[in-house]
C-alpha cells in the first residue's frame, strides 16, 4: 500500500540550514508536494517537484529527489523562527488524492 | 482574499447532534477537495468533486458523511449523528484545470462532546 514516512522532530538554530527528510513507497508517484502547517491553520503550499525531476530551486527552498531509494528532502536555507512550523510531504499519483505524511515539527532557536 | 475559504472554523456539538460545513473554493477551480485531518497526523482524504460531480469516496467516508456541490462552487460537508471520534480539522481544498497546485483552507475544527 501507499505509505509516506517522515522524522517527528528537528530543531535547528536560527540562521542554520534545516534538512526534512521523506520516503514514501508508491513508485508510480508522480508529484511530490512539501507544505507547511502552523498552529491552528490550514496547509500552506510551498513547491513541488515532478516524479521526472531530481532537484527543484525555489529562493530559501531546495527539493531533492532520489526516485531510486522514493526519497525527498527539503531543504530550507537560513532558517528563520517563522520557520517554525509543521511541514507535510505528500505524494500523489495523479494530483487528485494526496497521500501526506505524519509531518516534521521544525523548531528553530534563537 | 481570493484563498479557499471555510466556515465555521470550529464547532462544537454534542454527540449524536449532525452538523454541516460549507467550503467555498477558489473562483474558477473546478475540482474541490475534503480531507480530514486529526491530532498528530496528517492530511487523509475524503472525496473529491469536479464540477458538480462526485468522482471518488475514501473508505473513511462512512454513511454517515454526504458531501454535495450542487451547482459546482461552493461545497457542504455533512456529518450525521456525530460521534466522539468524528472530532478532527475538516480541510477544504481546490484546484485549477491542468493544476498540478492544491490550494488548501484554514479548515474546521470539529469537536464532538
Known amino acids: 500500500g501507499e505509505d509516506v514516512e517522515q522524522s517527528l522532530f528537528l530543531s535547528v538554530r536560527e540562521g542554520d540550514s534545516s534538512v526534512i527528510n521523506c520516503t514514501y513507497t508508491?513508485?508510480?508517484?508522480?508529484?511530490l508536494y512539501w507544505y507547511k502547517q502552523e498552529p491552528g491553520a490550514g496547509l500552506q503550499l510551498l513547491t513541488y517537484?515532478?516524479?521526472?525531476?531530481d532537484m527543484k530551486q525555489d529562493q530559501r527552498l531546495t527539493v531533492l529527489l532520489n526516485k531510486k531509494d522514493k526519497h525527498l528532502s527539503l531543504r530550507i536555507a537560513d532558517t528563520q523562527t517563522g520557520d517554525s512550523a509543521i511541514y507535510f510531504c505528500?505524494?500523489?499519483?495523479?494530483?487528485?488524492?494526496?497521500?501526506f505524511g505524519t509531518g516534521t515539527r521544525l523548531q528553530v532557536f534563537p | 482574499d481570493t484563498g479557499v475559504s471555510q466556515d465555521p472554523r470550529h464547532k462544537i456539538t454534542k454527540r449524536g447532534q449532525n452538523v454541516t460545513f460549507r467550503c467555498d473554493p477558489i473562483?474558477?477551480?473546478?475540482?474541490l477537495y475534503w480531507y480530514r485531518q486529526t491530532l498528530g497526523q496528517g492530511p487523509e482524504f475524503l472525496t473529491y468533486?469536479?464540477?458538480?460531480?462526485?468522482?471518488?469516496k475514501s473508505r473513511l467516508l462512512s454513511d454517515r458523511f454526504s458531501a454535495e456541490r450542487p451547482k459546482g462552487s461552493f461545497s457542504t460537508l455533512e456529518i450525521q449523528r456525530t460521534e466522539q471520534g468524528d472530532s478532527a480539522m475538516y480541510l477544504c481544498?481546490?484546484?485549477?484545470?491542468?493544476?498540478?497546485?492544491?490550494?488548501f483552507g484554514s479548515g474546521t475544527q470539529l469537536s464532538v462532546l
Open positions: 481544498a481546490s484546484r485549477g484545470p491542468g493544476d498540478e497546485k492544491l490550494f
Open positions: 508508491d513508485s508510480s508517484s508522480t508529484y
Open positions: 517537484i515532478f516524479s521526472n525531476m
Open positions: 505528500a505524494e500523489s499519483m495523479d494530483t487528485d488524492k494526496l497521500i
Open positions: 473562483s474558477e477551480h473546478n475540482r
Open positions: 468533486f469536479q464540477n458538480e460531480a462526485q468522482l471518488e
